[in-house]
């Protein structure tokens, strides 16, 4: 694998408020590996999402996509590479005030690239792969939130993006909502998308996922797969897998 297939951060420390997120954090998504990243609230997973992307600029180390490092870098710099990369909000963050189908064509409306048939075409598509094409012209109001998270995987797929990013996507969902999404996850998986996601979900984890990683007190204590998180001796992780009354989370 080089580094032209990976997304990257290298000893990267991040601070808000005086609190530390993460520090002296090395990590690393390679093309085809889906990966979950796991830790308890507020220890800074949709944060790394976040400085992955660009949208936040660590105060030490350094972000790569590819060969190229975007840290410090104007943002109209990498824009094109960052195409590459899509994102699924926790909430679906669709745009009220338009219709499923102008969510999903945002994107490509606003690039200007393609005719409005080629761009319906493409709308029409990522709904019917997501199996919800029949609301195409309702209003985000009008759909249950199962829903929402599937058009906003729609609109993520919209641009052919290699890497999908997913924050917390199976929060507030019944169990057939998880099941859809967990479904869907593996159908992009096969079709060669690279995932990423953080969650607190441990079954959804283990069902998309082959790497892990878990994040405690700014720091990655584990990185590995499901059996050899199951089997770690960390304390932290076992309390995670398997939370007690003396839980050190308590």
């Given at each position: 694998?080089?580094?032209?297939?990976s997304?990257?951060?290298?000893?990267?420390?991040?601070t808000?408020?005086?609190?530390?997120?993460?520090?002296d954090?090395?990590?690393?998504?390679?093309?085809?590996?889906?990966?979950?990243?796991?830790?308890?609230?507020?220890?800074g997973?949709?944060?790394?999402?976040?400085?992955?992307?660009?949208?936040?600029?660590?105060?030490?180390?350094?972000?790569?996509?590819?060969?190229?490092?975007i840290?410090?870098v104007?943002?109209?710099?990498?824009?094109?590479?960052?195409?590459?990369?899509?994102?699924?909000?926790?909430g679906?963050?669709?745009?009220?005030?338009?219709?499923v189908?102008?969510?999903?064509?945002?994107?490509?409306?606003?690039?200007?690239?393609?005719?409005?048939?080629?761009?319906?075409?493409?709308?029409?598509?990522?709904?019917?792969?997501?199996?919800?094409?029949?609301?195409?012209d309702?209003?985000?109001?009008?759909?249950?939130?199962?829903?929402?998270?599937r058009?906003?995987?729609?609109?993520?797929?919209?641009?052919?993006p290699?890497?999908?990013?997913?924050?917390?996507?199976?929060?507030?969902?019944?169990?057939?909502?998880?099941?859809?999404?967990?479904?869907?996850?593996?159908?992009?998986?096969?079709?060669?998308?690279?995932?990423?996601?953080?969650?607190?979900?441990l079954?959804?984890?283990?069902?998309?996922?082959?790497?892990?990683?878990?994040?405690?007190?700014?720091?990655?204590?584990?990185?590995?797969?499901?059996?050899?998180?199951?089997?770690?001796?960390?304390?932290?992780?076992?309390?995670?897998?398997?939370p007690?009354?003396?839980?050190?989370?308590?």
């Amino acid at each position: 694998m080089t580094s032209s297939d990976s997304i990257r951060m290298e000893k990267l420390s991040y601070t808000i408020g005086g609190r530390r997120i993460l520090e002296d954090f090395d990590f690393s998504l390679e093309r085809g590996v889906n990966r979950t990243i796991l830790g308890i609230s507020g220890a800074g997973k949709t944060t790394i999402l976040k400085l992955l992307l660009g949208l936040l600029q660590p105060d030490a180390g350094r972000v790569c996509i590819g060969d190229v490092c975007i840290t410090g870098v104007p943002e109209s710099d990498f824009m094109e590479l960052r195409k590459r990369i899509a994102i699924v909000f926790q909430g679906g963050a669709l745009f009220d005030s338009m219709t499923v189908g102008e969510n999903v064509g945002y994107r490509l409306f606003e690039e200007g690239r393609l005719s409005q048939v080629e761009i319906e075409q493409i709308i029409r598509e990522k709904l019917s792969f997501v199996g919800v094409e029949p609301a195409l012209d309702l209003y985000p109001a009008e759909l249950s939130g199962g829903m929402k998270k599937r058009v906003a995987i729609a609109r993520a797929l919209a641009a052919d993006p290699d890497y999908i990013f997913f924050d917390e996507p199976t929060t507030g969902l019944d169990p057939i909502g998880v099941y859809n999404i967990c479904n869907l996850m593996q159908r992009l998986q096969a079709e060669g998308k690279t995932t990423l996601m953080v969650t607190h979900d441990l079954e959804t984890a283990f069902r998309t996922s082959q790497r892990f990683t878990f994040l405690h007190q700014a720091r990655m204590i584990f990185e590995g797969t499901q059996e050899e998180m199951r089997e770690s001796r960390l304390p932290e992780v076992q309390q995670f897998l398997r939370p007690t009354v003396e839980s050190l989370f308590v």
